[in-house]
Nanobody
Framework: QVTLVESGGGLMQAGGSLRLSCAAS????????MGWFRQAPGKERDFVAA????????YYADSVKGRFTISRDNAKNMVYLQMNSLKPEDSAVYLC?????????????????WGQGTQVTVSS
């Protein structure tokens, strides 16, 4: 079991940067793959980025590759999403998620634990 709490969202102009944080409870954080997803109103929950348990692997959606960076600190039970060169189409609720297993998943159905999300709004 793991509880996730996101923070760091807000209103930003296009071209700006934001850093999202996700704090995880529990002593088994390092056993979970971690992912970031986003969901805009009326749209499906989309994959943004994921990172393996030991940070040896990271994956990105094509739409954010080169602009976003996912990282984690297992000692602090934290995962981060650094978002640069923000675009209006990046506006959404961003959710942190945790998944067990061997392979780092990239679809929402494979993640068992979710945070409540943090709103990111990018103005043009």
């Amino acid at each position: 079991q793991v509880t996730l709490v996101e923070s760091g969202g807000g209103l930003m102009q296009a071209g700006g940067s934001l850093r999202l944080s996700c704090a995880a409870s529990g002593r088994t954080f390092s056993r979970f793959h971690m992912g970031w997803f986003r969901q805009a109103p009326g749209k499906e929950r989309d994959f943004v980025a994921a990172i393996g348990r030991d940070s040896s692997s990271a994956y990105y959606a094509d739409s954010v590759k080169g602009r976003f960076t996912i990282s984690r600190d297992n000692a602090k039970n934290m995962v981060y999403l650094q978002m640069n060169s923000l675009k209006p189409e990046d506006s959404a609720v961003y959710l942190c998620a945790a998944a067990a297993g061997i392979i780092t998943p990239r679809t929402p159905d494979e993640y068992a634990f979710w945070g409540q999300g943090t709103q990111v709004t990018v103005s043009s």
